[in-house]
C-alpha cells in the first residue's frame, strides 16, 4: 500500500477537529479510503473515543476492516459493546473481514445473548473466521493457526 498524499491526510485530520460532525463523519471515510499508518492509528482512536458521535464511531470501525490491518481486532473487540447501534454492527462486521480467531468468543456472547441485525452481524463474521457450532455438541472454533 501507497502513502497516502500529505496534504490529503493532513485536510482529513483536520475536518476531524471541526465542530461540524458532517465533517468528521465524511473525515472518517476519507481516513479509510487514503489507508495508511496514520490513518489506521487515527481510526482506532476514534473506535474508542466515548465521546465521540456514534456515527463516526460506526464509521471509524468500518473502515478498520476496510483497512485489513490486525491491531484493529481489540478496538473492535471492544466496539462490539459500545453504545449505539451502527458501531457494534460495523465492529462484528470488521472483525469478520479481518479474520482474526481472537474475535471468535466475543462475537459467540454477541449471537448467544443479543437480537435482530446485530446478531445477524456477528453470525456472519464467524462464518467469515471459520466458526462451526453443532447444535448436539458444544460449539468449536476451526482456527487455520494461532497468531501473536
Known sequence: MTDPDPNALKQALSELRDINKEKRRTAVMKLGMMGGDTALLTLIGLVRNHHEDLIVRGRAALMLGKLGDRRAVDP??????????????????SLGKLGDPRAIPSLVRVVETESDTFRVAA???????????????????????ETE
Open 76 to 93: 473492535l473487540i471492544d466496539a462490539l459493546y459500545a453504545p449505539g447501534y451502527q458501531t457494534r454492527v460495523h465492529a462484528a462486521q
Open 123 to 145: 453470525e456472519e463474521a464467524l462464518q467469515k473466521l471459520g466458526y462451526k457450532s453443532d447444535e448436539d455438541e458444544s460449539p468449536q472454533p476451526v482456527m487455520e493457526g
